[in-house]
């Protein structure tokens, strides 16, 4: 007998090192609700799996019942699609290899796929934002981290093991800061939050100019985009020195994947003008001349975290179904 119950729900779950989002996502794309928890409270795995297990669940249940959902896909930093795992992850609280998709399949019952961070951003803006229509683009997730996805005639680059696009960790300057990956001189601690912090610290203690940044005992990206409006030069500063670096390996990236766009998210990105005024100032000397002027810089005009529970809700839709109440 033909079954024609076509389950047109799923969940799509992001995972940041502060906040964990999970939302029930229709057909059409439209989020029909969304909540969140602290990832930092559940420094266990297993605790983690369960605490969103019984979340997804309570909100499924009370938003049309469970059998209404037909599987669940998972955006996380430092994960891989191909074996569903997080992996070695350097600013989550689980070490390791961390078996994310199989230990929430077992504990819900549903298909589950689970994507880089960096990817599933791609995807979202890909169907949802500043890449719609483009085959050949490049999204980078700025942020705790730095993360890439590129996409090359209309599909993802995933690579043979499923590690492409991580240019945080190439190095940029020899003998460089320490990465938290164990390297030293990764993009990553120049252009990523820890790493535009730092440059604030080396700056104040280079100069004896003043500066409202003297005087924040906890410095952050945001305030330090805060002082840049208002005219704080030292704060400007930090700011060229990471489009700098960032439109230095952006070249590099760009000489390799011949992209028509880059598109910039996640919480650094927030700086706008004051960061990437130089970053593409650096990019255009940096980059070879055949491609100067050719590739376009983008800010994402998308809320970060509503587009990559959307990016991770695609990947639901992409797993096959499965169902231990079938």
């Known amino acids: 007998m033909t079954n024609y119950n076509v389950k047109t729900k799923v969940v799509g779950v992001d995972i940041s090192n502060e906040i964990t989002t999970y939302a029930i996502v229709d057909i059409r794309g439209n989020i029909i609700v969304k909540d969140s928890f602290p990832t930092q409270d559940y420094l266990d795995a297993s605790q983690f799996v369960n605490k969103l297990a019984d979340s997804i669940v309570e909100m499924a249940e009370t938003n049309g019942g469970f059998d209404t959902i037909r599987s669940i896909g998972i955006s996380s930093p430092s994960a891989n699609y191909i074996t569903g795992c997080i992996e070695n992850a350097a600013n989550l609280p689980w070490k390791g290899i961390v078996p994310l998709a199989a230990m929430l399949r077992d504990s819900v019952g549903l298909a589950v796929a689970l994507g880089n961070d960096a990817h599933t951003t791609a995807i979202g803006e890909k169907i949802y934002g500043s890449a719609h229509g483009m085959k050949d683009f490049i999204v980078i997730n700025l942020g705790v981290g730095l993360g890439s996805c590129f996409f090359s005639s209309g599909h993802e680059h995933q690579g043979f093991g499923g590690y492409a696009g991580e240019i945080g960790h190439t190095c940029i300057v020899d003998h460089g800061r320490k990465c938290t ?10 252009t990523a939050a820890r790493g535009i912090v730092q440059t604030a610290k080396e700056l104040l203690a280079e100069s004896d100019k003043p500066s409202l940044m003297r005087d924040v005992k906890d410095l952050s990206p945001r305030t330090i985009t805060e002082f840049c409006e208002q005219g704080d030069e030292l704060a400007i500063e930090v700011y060229r020195r990471t489009g700098y670096w960032l439109g230095m390996g952006l070249a590099t990236y760009a000489m390799i994947v011949n992209p028509e766009a880059i598109i910039l998210t996640g919480g650094v990105s927030h700086a706008g003008h004051w960061l990437m005024d130089p970053t593409e100032d650096s990019f255009e000397d940096h980059v070879f001349r055949n491609v100067k ?11 970060d975290r509503e587009r990559d529970v959307l990016g991770a809700s695609a990947l639901a839709w992409e797993v096959p179904e499965y169902s231990l109440f079938k």
């Open 293 to 303: 002027g050719r590739v376009k810089l983008l800010l994402s005009k998308l809320d």
């Open 181 to 190: 990956c164990g390297q030293e001189g990764c993009l990553e601690e120049y």
